[in-house]
């Protein structure tokens, strides 16, 4: 699967891009189906502190499949988009093992 990975209004970081891109890896090695994932890391003042904005969209068979978080910080945003993730993979085969 082909990884592309965007930073805008914040700072790169090799930390997150490798936390991302295994995570990824995983689902990809979960539903070998996956084509390319568009990953998105935006910071936002937000007087709250949840200014970390992680936003991921899945190529694959059918629609995109996207999904967003804001948290605290980019490693708690990456964890609950990847979960939602994989909750809307987990439907998507179920609707391809249907048919």
């Not at 007087?47 to 708690?76: N, Q, V």
Request: glycine letters at 4%; hydrophobic letters at 35%.
């Amino acid at each position: 699967m082909l990884i592309n990975i965007q930073f805008i209004k914040t700072k790169g970081s090799e930390f997150l891009t490798q936390n991302v891109s295994k995570n990824l890896n995983k689902l990809s090695d979960k539903y070998d189906w996956l084509i390319k994932a568009e990953v998105y890391f935006k910071e936002e003042n937000d007087p709250t502190g949840r200014s970390k904005i992680c936003e991921i969209e899945l190529s694959a068979p059918g629609p995109r499949i996207f999904a967003s978080s804001t948290e605290e910080s980019f490693e708690l945003a990456i964890k609950k988009t990847i979960f939602e993730l994989d909750q809307q993979l987990k439907k998507r085969k179920a609707v391809f093992v249907a048919h």
